[in-house]
């Protein structure tokens, strides 16, 4: 039995349980007698003032128990992370359609199911009028958050001064979460008027603080816990308070057992996604296509409530540089309130949306001068000295990015493909091929300095087992798994020894999310923190039997040995127990080193930079706008990794999820034609709504080759690793420039082709038309 841990290749935790089905998510655990199902009654208008709801129909429906508004929640009525603008249910006004107005509570799901349907014919609503499109609501400066801007230098001089000067436009959607196991919240009164909330969810610390406020308690009396997610990305990070709090709402009040599991349609309809962009930018640049300065006008669609808005909007000014050195910039954000589904975190959090406007203003200065996509990023990239400060005032260290990216361009032949690609589409009128690499900057932490902090508790029993407890939450991304390793290095046990358990704001309080790719960064730290207290004290005490110094012990495949002396860890923790040693500790971690001012967005809010490379070939067919991957070719930096099949996996899903973003995953609403449906998100299930399946992958072996770039992080993160979770997700950038390339010489790349994203058959086929009328 292996007993090295760090940096090898260990199985999910539960990666048995998962494919055999015996993983329990929160729909699997055993009902307690008594339980009650709940369903929301959703708004059927856009937008409105809710003049009445007649519940006695809903309530006289068969098997409901109780009907549940506005005016029962005894606390405070709103879910809003940040700005107090999201009501629970909905009071006074409808913002959405599909907003929750009420709560149906009925002995089971159907029976609420169909309780919830009334609710277009049980509401009252007097309407108003409705914005769907970010720019309209931008023309009517109607916004969730004040705008923002970020400043360095005069770019408007910049671009006068510049040898050449470009314009344009480029519109980015939005993207659904679709995690497998859909949002659900079971919540289970406790004596003394406490709470448990079993919730799905990447915030059990926000789970616990909005139903405590909406109830009127006290936080103490409120446990959420959560083992595992099938998925969030975003999506439960604050979304999943409002079905916490409805569930733990009904259960309060009836005081039995409740459970709110939405069907997938109004999960879609419910809640919100990855914010959709509107860019408008001039730049100023040279004849070798580098970037003299850039004005940037980024209009998010934030929907009805500010929600993560701000935080999305920040991270998207912060990486428009990516991989590159931009002297004078102006770059203002407009978070646009439409009344559509309040959007949310999203796996990157509004980092790819702006640092693909700048990948698009490059492709377009290399095609207008004629030089090579990839010359004209190389010829932007940081450098050292005055080439290595970002617009928000960091410092780019430890720039990987040059030979990162070499290495990838010789082992993918780029220069060779790309002229073996001209050659083709030379010959061949219908079929075109395309090609891109493009880079990867992604500052990793929150953006809010004090989220950056993470507390864990490990126990060793006397039998020499140990189990760990930290606040980060599982969502399949293999967290657990890196905790464990973490912590059973400093111990030096197989890793078959330590074991995680579930998420519990009653074990570890005042928890971040985990999110913003920092869920092994901070917990890992914490949980080695613990795990190192422990070991120093049963270092001190077998010292002093020993009469060696306690740095002379060490601890390692099960054994603790000082010089010839040895003994198994199993029979230290028997002697140190009757010895009255402590064998529990608790552990806590904050990133250190961080500072930002958000009114001037000026600091250092990232704790280092990942970064990464992708190269990718498509082949596109001109007559109808089909399209496929042929081969994609990546590099990654993970740091010193602690378990590469994770990370690899990681990267490779990141990919295959960014790729739908930008390629299939559209999302349309119905216009406000005065049709019974106005205003209905009309992808709302798997059947109007393509995310990418294992046939979107190039079919060859080994067509999707990702490796990781073997480089030690220079900061001290846990064992010199670097997060995986966000920063891939911008690796098919390449795949959505390399289609934009193939049509480009569709046009013999004479036209820049204004493709909009995601790049569907529609959308390219509208390009192909633009680039071959010229």
Aim: glycine letters at 10%.
């Amino acid at each position: 039995m292996s007993t090295t841990v760090i940096g090898t290749s260990r199985p999910h935790e539960s990666a048995q349980l998962h494919v055999t089905g015996r993983a329990p998510y929160i729909d699997d655990l055993p009902e307690v007698a008594g339980t009650l199902h709940g369903a929301l009654g959703l708004s059927p208008v856009a937008h409105g003032r809710l003049v009445a709801l007649d519940l006695d129909r809903v309530r006289a429906m068969p098997g409901v128990v109780a009907v549940l508004s506005a005016a029962d929640i005894p606390g405070v009525n709103d879910c809003g992370p940040i700005v107090h603008d999201d009501p629970i249910l909905a009071e006074g006004t409808v913002n959405w359609r599909g907003q929750p107005m009420f709560l149906v509570v009925a002995r089971t799901r159907g029976e609420a199911r169909r309780a919830a349907a009334l609710a277009a014919q049980v509401a009252t609503i007097e309407p108003l009028q409705a914005v769907l499109d970010p720019l309209e609501a931008h023309r009517l400066q109607q916004y969730v958050v004040p705008p923002m801007h970020l400043q360095r230098g005069d770019a408007a001089a910049a671009i006068a001064a510049a040898p050449h000067r470009l314009e344009g436009r480029f519109s980015l959607g939005g993207q659904e979460q679709f995690y497998l196991e859909g949002q659900i919240a079971y919540a289970l009164p406790q004596e003394n008027d406490g709470l448990l909330v079993h919730s799905s969810t990447q915030h059990p610390t926000e789970m616990q603080h909005v139903v405590a406020h909406a109830l009127g308690l006290a936080a103490h009396q409120v446990q959420v816990q959560c083992r595992r997610m099938g998925g969030g990305f975003g999506g439960k990070e604050s979304q999943s308070a409002l079905f916490a709090a409805c569930a733990a709402l009904a259960a309060h009040r009836l005081q039995c057992p409740v459970k709110l599991r939405p069907d997938r349609d109004d999960d879609f309809l419910i809640t919100g996604r990855r914010h959709g962009f509107e860019f408008r930018y001039t730049v100023g640049h040279d004849e070798a296509g580098r970037l003299l300065g850039a004005e940037v006008e980024m209009v998010s669609n934030a929907g009805a409530s500010a929600d993560l808005s701000a935080p999305v909007m920040t991270r998207a000014l912060c990486h428009f540089d990516n991989a590159y050195w931009l002297p004078a910039v102006d770059l203002r954000g407009y978070c646009a309130r439409t009344n559509t589904q309040s959007n949310t975190a999203f796996r990157g959090f509004g980092g790819p949306q702006g640092a693909l406007a700048v990948e698009v203003i490059l492709d377009e200065v290399a095609r207008r001068l004629g030089l090579d996509a990839l010359a004209v990023r190389r010829a932007n990239f940081y450098g050292t000295e005055d080439r290595n400060i970002t617009p928000y005032g960091q410092t780019v260290e430890d720039n990987i990015l040059a030979p990162l990216v070499d290495e990838l361009a010789a082992r993918g032949r780029h220069d060779a493909r790309r002229a073996e690609i001209a050659a083709f589409n030379a010959t061949s009128p219908v079929l075109k091929k395309g090609l891109a690499l493009t880079p990867v900057k992604f500052g990793i932490s929150f953006n809010v300095a004090h989220f950056n902090q993470a507390g864990a508790l490990v126990h060793v029993y006397t039998d020499g087992s140990v189990l760990v407890n930290h606040g980060g939450t599982e969502m399949g991304q293999g967290l657990n798994t890196k905790v464990a390793q973490v912590v059973a290095h400093e111990l030096g046990l197989p890793l078959e020894r330590v074991r995680v358990s579930a998420t519990d704001t009653h074990k570890v309080a005042n928890t971040s999310a985990t999110a913003a790719s920092t869920g092994t960064d901070l917990n890992g730290k914490a949980a080695q923190d613990a795990a190192r207290q422990i070991r120093d004290r049963l270092a001190a005490f077998v010292a002093a039997r020993w009469q060696v110094a306690p740095e002379a012990v060490q601890f390692a495949g099960g054994q603790v040995t000082a010089g010839t002396q040895a003994l198994a860890f199993t029979e230290l923790v028997a002697q140190a127990y009757a010895a009255r040693i402590q064998l529990w500790s608790d552990g806590f971690y904050a990133t250190p080193g961080l500072h930002w001012d958000r009114e001037r967005l000026q600091g250092k809010p990232f704790f280092y930079f990942a970064y990464g490379a992708a190269l990718s070939e498509v082949i596109v067919d001109t007559l109808t706008g089909e399209w496929r991957l042929l081969r994609a070719d990546v590099l990654h930096d993970v740091g010193a990794s602690l378990n590469p099949a994770l990370d690899i996996g990681q990267v490779e899903g990141a990919f295959v999820q960014g790729m739908g973003w930008l390629t299939t995953e559209e999302l349309r609403w119905q216009p406000m034609d005065g049709s019974r449906a106005a205003g209905l998100l009309l992808t709302h299930a798997p059947s109007t709504y393509k995310i990418p399946t294992a046939n979107d992958i190039p079919l060859e072996p080994g067509a999707l080759d990702v490796r990781l770039f073997g480089h030690r992080n220079p900061a001290d993160s846990i064992h010199r690793s670097k997060a995986v979770g966000e920063p891939p997700l911008l690796l098919p950038f390449s795949v959505f420039l390399a289609i934009r390339d193939a049509v480009s010489a569709a046009g013999g790349h004479r036209v820049d082709p204004p493709l909009r994203a995601p790049a569907t058959g529609e959308a390219i086929l509208d390009a192909l038309a633009a680039v071959q009328r010229g």
